[in-house]
């Protein structure tokens, strides 16, 4: 019998997820990306922090927390089970994140605690009902006070005297990106197709045509039954070119990475995330470079256009002009010197960035803006056409495999 034929669109994390479990129940998989390989651009270029939902405490309705805490309870087991091995989730993990909490926080460090309280309840209830682990651990706590030493050792007390220790980690996408390489190479049903742009998606008597273009100004079609929506930041346009619109405002973010060395007297500095507001994290690897980033530094770009404007591809290719480059890591490296002294001479060699879609109007400084909620995200469902907003890196597994309740 004739295998059903899909076509996923995007070839980042969510693409990926969604093209190995089709194959596994299957199908015959057409991969395509205006990129040269997979995970090279948002799914690449971000800080792999599989949530927890830590950073979401002002979301009053809880439902942001909610979602990323059974989100990363099944990120392992279900990569696990499409790539057909089980990853060394611990050699790709990062040192566990500190969350510092500003004297600014937008959300007081008493509402702060009681929400981490509901998180811990949360997270114990999830995996009684649904099992799963975070990233290979089950922990019985995921979060405990800081002393003030050992808060003091890393922090500048002008800018915070309390935090919590979290089991939360970020992963290494370098890594991470081999390991879906090369489940994808093994699967055998899933046919590549990078360096093609996706133009349009038509309805057909037999179910669809996607068309495009390649690098080369050539050409491309491809016919199938289902069409799997998971171009991120060009999600929007080709939902609108099948005649669906949302009903709600959204932004598209451009946001800065660096990559480099921390000054030997910072080495030992853990990961960690400053909340609540417009701040930013410092993620440590035990075997591979720091990330770091500054809010109010990295976010470079906003629009509320169907479309990212197209002088941001570049960035998002990871090519940044070397002038630009030390701008950006200059600005952002002094705006965490506030929060750990010394950090501003840290040795940067990568300065990148990515796309966030979001929904919402208002910046993350707002506290009323529907940025600090992310639920209203994943599988929408037109007659075999499907639209997959992430929301997250966290969420795609989750999503993916919802989407495959839906079809298969
Ligand atoms: C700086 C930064 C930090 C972040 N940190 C985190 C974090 O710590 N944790 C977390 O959970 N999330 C984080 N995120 C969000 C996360 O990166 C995204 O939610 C996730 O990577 C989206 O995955 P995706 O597969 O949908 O998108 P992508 O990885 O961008 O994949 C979409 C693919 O579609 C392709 N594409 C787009 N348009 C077309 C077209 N017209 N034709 C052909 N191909 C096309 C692109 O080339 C791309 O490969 C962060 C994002 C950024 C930018």
């Known amino acids: 019998m004739a295998k059903n034929r ?42 792999g922090k599989i949530h927890m939902g830590f950073v979401y405490a002002n979301d009053p309705s809880f439902k942001t927390s909610t979602l990323m805490l059974r989100a990363s309870l099944s990120f392992s087991r279900l990569l696990d089970e499409w790539t057909g091995r089980e990853i060394d989730w611990r050699a790709l993990s990062s040192h566990p994140f500190m ?17 981490y309280e509901k998180l811990q309840h949360e997270y114990r209830t999830v995996l009684k009902q649904e099992g799963g ?18 808060l003091k050792a890393w922090i500048n007390e002008k800018f915070s005297v309390c ?52 690098a080369d100004g050539m050409t491309w079609d491809r016919h199938a039954d289902i069409v799997v929506n998971c171009l991120w930041d060009g ?34 500095m853990p990961s960690l995330t400053v909340v609540l507001g417009p701040y930013g994290d410092v993620v440590r690897y035990p075997h591979a470079k720091t990330y770091i980033s500054w809010y109010p530094a ?14 941001w591809e570049r960035h998002c290719a990871g090519w940044v002009e070397d002038t630009e480059a030390s701008r950006i890591a200059q600005d952002a490296l002094a705006g965490f010197e506030q929060v750990v002294t010394g950090i501003a001479q840290a040795d940067i060699d990568v300065v990148d960035a990515g796309v966030i879609f979001s929904w919402g109007k208002t910046d993350i400084d707002d506290p009323g803006s529907e940025l600090h909620e992310r639920f209203h995200v994943g599988v929408h469902c037109y007659d075999g056409y499907f639209s997959i907003d992430t ?7 989750l999503f993916a495999k919802q989407f495959l309740d839906c079809v298969c």
């Open 391 to 397: 929301g997250k890196f966290t969420c795609a597994p």
């Open 99 to 115: 969350y510092v909490i500003a004297r600014t926080s937008m959300v007081a460090p008493d509402r702060l605690l009681q929400s």
């Open 235 to 268: 999600r929007l346009k080709l939902d609108e070119h099948m005649g669906i619109r949302p009903q709600r405002k959204w932004v598209y973010r451009l946001k800065y990475r660096l990559l480099g060395t921390l000054p030997r007297e910072l080495e030992g």
């Open 163 to 214: 935090g919590v220790q979290t089991v939360e980690t970020s992963l290494e996408l370098e890594g991470f990106r081999r390991i879906m390489r090369a489940a994808l190479a093994r699967s055998g049903a899933i046919e590549p197709c990078f360096g093609c742009s996706v133009e349009s998606v038509t309805r057909t008597a037999h179910g669809f045509r996607v068309e495009g273009s390649r």
């Open 6 to 47: 899909a076509i996923v669109l995007g070839a980042g994390i969510q693409g990926v997820s969604v093209a190995l479990g089709l194959q596994q129940r299957g199908f015959a998989v057409v991969l395509v990306d205006k990129a040269s390989d997979c995970l090279l651009r948002a799914s690449f270029r971000n800080e």
């Open 133 to 150: 682990s975070y990233l290979g651990q089950r922990p019985a706590s995921i979060w405990e006070p800081l002393s003030a030493d050992h």
């Open 298 to 311: 990295c976010m470079r770009g906003w629009t509320d256009g169907v479309s990212v404007p197209q002088e």
